[in-house]
């Protein structure tokens, strides 16, 4: 059973920076992707953030060129670089890990239990 534990929002004024991390409870085998997302209060789920496999990475164009997606295998780690963070940015964030199981390959997907980020002066 993999566990993703998050840690790192907080509050941060406008324009201000948080790096969230997600670490996983040990090496986690044949990974498809790993991401972020989020979600607003009263809003639905939304992608933040995508890592493949072969480490190519896509972003919602809301934090494009503000947030960054990488990964520390040794320490069994993501994080989300988060740059000028706006208001809007406010929401839960959570980690997501999708992995290929059993013989026929099928995606199983382990989230973590949410970091909250408030962005307001």
């Known amino acids: 059973q993999v566990q993703l534990v998050e840690s790192g929002g907080g509050l941060v004024q406008p324009g201000g920076s948080l790096r969230p991390s997600c670490e996983a409870s040990?090496?986690?085998?044949?990974?498809?992707?790993m991401g972020w997302y989020r979600q607003a209060p009263g809003k639905q789920l939304e992608s933040v953030a995508i890592?493949?496999?072969?480490?190519?990475?896509n972003y919602a164009d809301f934090v494009k060129g503000r947030f960054t997606i990488s990964r520390d295998n040794a320490k069994n780690t993501i994080y989300l670089q988060m740059n000028s963070l706006k208001p809007e940015d406010t929401a839960i964030y959570y980690c997501?890990?999708?992995?290929?199981?059993?013989?026929?390959?099928?995606?199983?997907?382990?989230w973590g239990q949410g970091t909250s980020v408030t962005v307001s002066s």
């Open positions: 040990g090496t986690i085998p044949s990974i498809y992707n």
């Open positions: 890592m493949s496999s072969d480490s190519s990475t």
């Open positions: 997501k890990i999708t992995r290929r199981v059993g013989i026929l390959g099928n995606l199983l997907d382990a």
